[in-house]
């Protein structure tokens, strides 16, 4: 018999039909067993006992948590006051048949439960199939989704960026390097910056989703060895505040694409949809230091950066006096920035860049870059770089870059703060962290 | 005035409007000069005469390649005599006024000529910008839109595989190590193997589009160190025939968005597009043998791999038999196959496997998966590797993991076959290989 999936059992009121998946919770009441049965498309409760065929009772009772089925049976319709406020609540699955697929092991901890960080990443291969992590990591599928295709909308082309590089020219202090054939050092990119800078000579707008590799000798909630980077970049802009409004607007898009996606999984996860208005809230550093030490008496005024407490305080402020749960901070100071940002004109010794605050954190850097040749080789020479290590990338500077700007995040903070997740390795499939790849490291004491 | 894209200029005739891009040609006839002018969405062919403007001319001039402008000036309808066959070929852009944006260096080569492949390497920055390679990362771009729209639609959940990996599991032979953190040695994944087989258990249907390393010690017109690949998995198959039958839809559906959205491209580059039937041709590997003993009296029957040359005879075969440009080859033996790799039970010592020829090479490996725990780990030691090192991937199996099977293929490859592109470095973006990150690397005589 042709498998129905669970999502279109509704379809099928009245009929016997076969569905396969896992059983998700058994409660056995000895003359009845109810099964939470779930497949890619949803879950049902599915009901073996005497009613629909008596050789399902005993079968029913021989299962198993995470056994995967293929289940016979007839979908019928819920009294009214048994239906429930869910998906498949109207339905009832009545057991007629069931065969294993395969079994599974008694579970090693209660699925059910709050596990522990290190619990849940020492069995991701299971633990990941909890409806918890199951909503987190299908919402961020969906951002990718909305992502992709605003950009592509916008006449964006997606490129693939390289990750193993020649040089760490940016300073090597958190990048990996390896030997890479014979004498040679490699290193792994820790952001595809040069190459879509590349790219816009090419096709004017571009964007990547790839990974990104850092080398942080951290282990904190918030830092992960490699991420996904979700970048683009934009020629032909006036300024940087072309690329905010495109990025604002690429937010509301995947904002409202994740509303009409991602409902129950918010629901599951207790995540508020973001505030998203129609102009995200702008100000340069040392206006939202004015207005901190304006409202709070915090004097920071002149200071290269914001502190992380000022961050959250000038979130909270945006979303409460300008329904934005979405903030950008402008014009850093030159000294703060890497060697390729683009100095305001307007505004020197500052920069045309820009951090977007939200819910309290930085998710993303952006602005715009030194377009023109001299200038570039001067912003390099500035942070005491050698020019001669980025001459592949210069080579795009000497024939006709037009000013252009961008914007790179992390796709993994981005839904660790979409969902309100505190640590940004439950957010992450498999999260590699100093002491972390799958398993936690074996190693010395010295680190 | 408002930037019009060129690719809307139809839009405009007889307006005054402002263009912005390159200038990919300029033709001096000294009482007028003729430019192609491109931005992201075509090309158009510009003059500057006294017709327009009477300082448009002597500006004009002054440009050269791959200068980026900023050109005010009218759009008129050719004479009907005058019109050519392509994209604004009804059109004539009469230049009014030139902002230059940003001047190009005198062109280090003619751009328009065959480079050599060094040479076309070395200056990506600048030989990206040449049409053909536009065309042909353009299609790249829409295969990518064409593979994850195909998927999506049919069930399937994108996730993030990770590329840093604590062991490397299957043989260390081509896998790029490195040290992680003080005394720890971590790897580059040479795929999302063991990964998008645990998120079936997960999504049930999963894909990833992500970067796998290589470290081949190869420098051929076919390998690459890094590339793009497109992996799918998918549970609650019957065999490996599920699989390809998917596959076969996702390949007539990536050739039909391309016969929708990639003609110039095709045509500049010379290309056709495939012939992608609605059944794909499919053989065991001894019929294959056997097809080609009785066709061409070479006998490798019982042989465990197919020739290159057998490889081209059987594509050529199946498009003047079959008119298919694709053919599965399937039921290697157990020797030549990854351990995780089923057997059919129906033929011992074979494998529910396949590989997908097109256009003389195989650009695709799949099949179904070992997903008993047991037979699992019979697999891992039969090919005398240690079950203790997968205990992470080993994981998934103990808990109900359902048949399941998939296919991976590199984007590049897939790129270049589809392009007629022999070169597979000429579709790959940045490509590295054991002498080449960015420019060609320098060392010692000892490789």
Redesign the interface.
Known sequence: ME?I?IGDLKDHIGKDVTI????DGVRDHGKVAFLVLR???GNVQAVASGDYNETALPAAQELGE???VEIMGEVKERPEKMKREEVNGELEFGIKEIVV?????Q?PFDMSAELNIDTHLD????T??TEK??AI??V??EI??AY?AFL?KE?F??????????DDAEGGANT?????????K?H?ATSPQF?KQ??T?????VFST??A?R?E?HSTSRHL??Y?SLDLEM??IKDYKDVANLVADLMRHIVEHLKETCVAEFKLLDAEFPLAPKEFPMMKLVEAQELIKKETGEDTVGEPDLEPEHERWLCTYAKENLDSDFIYITHYPVSKRPMYTFEDPETPGFTGSFDMLFRGVEIMSGGQRR??YDNLVEGIKMKGLDPDKF???L??F??????HGGIGMG??RLTAKFLNIKNVKEA???P?D?NR???L?H??D??
Do not use: C
């Open positions: 498998r999936l396969k998946g896992w059983v497949d890619r498309s995470q056994y995967a697929l395969s079994k599974a092991e579970m069995n991701l291969p299971l990941l199939r992590s199951r990591f299908k961020q599928s990718l989704i992709r592509n006449g082309t997606e490129f693939q960026s390289p990750k193993i590089t020649g990996f390097s390896f030997d890479y054939f014979g004498d040679t490699a792994l190459y590349i790219m000579g090419v096709y004017e707008r790839g990974t590799f080398a000798k060895n490699e996904t020629a032909f377009h023109e001459s592949y990338y080579q795009a000497k024939y006709g870059m037009p000013a796709l993994e992450t499939l498999f590699r100093m790849i799958d398993t490291l190693k010395n010295s680190e």
